[in-house]
């Protein structure tokens, strides 16, 4: 069965540019996670979706970063304008599951988008 | 202060050697707790979910101590593949929408 699918896998572009991640999430799966990994920060919780819908978009940096799910097997992150800062591994992740508090809530991440902006 | 606080290490240890993570969490509500794994280069990756009991998987065993919101991992019989960060994870009973918070991770590395 197929994973979490991100591209690029990795991307290198300069300041300023327009960035725009993809994810396809695994069949099924109700909930997709948008993450950033840094050194510094650790794992960052960046917004998620339920059913397509954003539910939590707070973790989202600022007004540069925005994210789409137009569909259930398909979203987007994107950066526009691009900074060095923002060089960061970004996760997608989807999860089976949309909550409660039983039951595990297990989440499967993609490999993760390495982004580098110059 | 952050959800989820972990000791970041590193740790460094033989092969064949017991070794224990700790993770402390602020919220009292939380409800489920996991310890995900990454290796390097890699995305994180379940490795166990923690039980009010105690539970174990082969050489794993996670504990939860809810009165002092602590969580820890024991890894016994270390072998090299054993290498990676270890992630502490909880949810919020407030959250019905699956969403985790992460530690910054505990690393370990296994040596010959």
């Known amino acids: 069965d197929a994973g979490v699918i991100q591209s690029p896998r990795h991307e290198v572009t300069e300041m300023g540019q327009e960035v725009t991640l993809r994810c396809k999430p695994i069949s099924g799966h109700n909930s997709l996670f948008w993450y950033r990994q840094t050194m510094m920060r650790g794992l960052e919780l960046l917004i998620y979706f339920n059913n397509n819908v954003p539910i939590d978009d707070s973790g989202m940096p600022e007004d540069r970063f925005s994210a789409k799910m137009p569909n259930a097997s398909f979203s987007t992150l994107k950066i526009q304008p691009s900074e060095p800062r923002d060089s960061a591994v970004y996760f997608c992740?989807?999860?089976?599951?949309?909550?409660?508090?039983?039951?595990?809530?297990?989440?499967?991440f993609g490999p993760g988008t390495r982004l580098t902006v110059l | 202060r952050k959800e989820v606080e972990q000791d970041p290490g590193p740790f460094n240890v033989p092969e064949g050697a017991t070794v224990a993570f700790n993770c402390t969490y602020s919220?009292?509500?939380?409800?489920?707790f996991f310890w995900y794994r990454q290796d390097c280069r890699k995305e994180p990756k379940l490795l166990m979910s923690v039980y009010s009991s105690g539970n174990e998987d082969g050489r794993f065993t996670a504990q939860l101590n809810r009165a002092s919101q602590y969580i820890s991992l024991l890894i016994r019989d270390s072998k090299l593949s054993d290498s990676a960060t270890y992630l502490c994870v909880v949810t919020d009973r407030g959250s019905t929408l699956g969403r985790l918070y992460f530690g910054r991770g505990t690393q370990l590395t296994v040596w010959p």
């Open positions: 919220n009292s509500a939380s409800q489920s």
């Open positions: 992740a989807s999860s089976p599951r949309t909550g409660g508090t039983s039951g595990k809530n297990e989440q499967f």
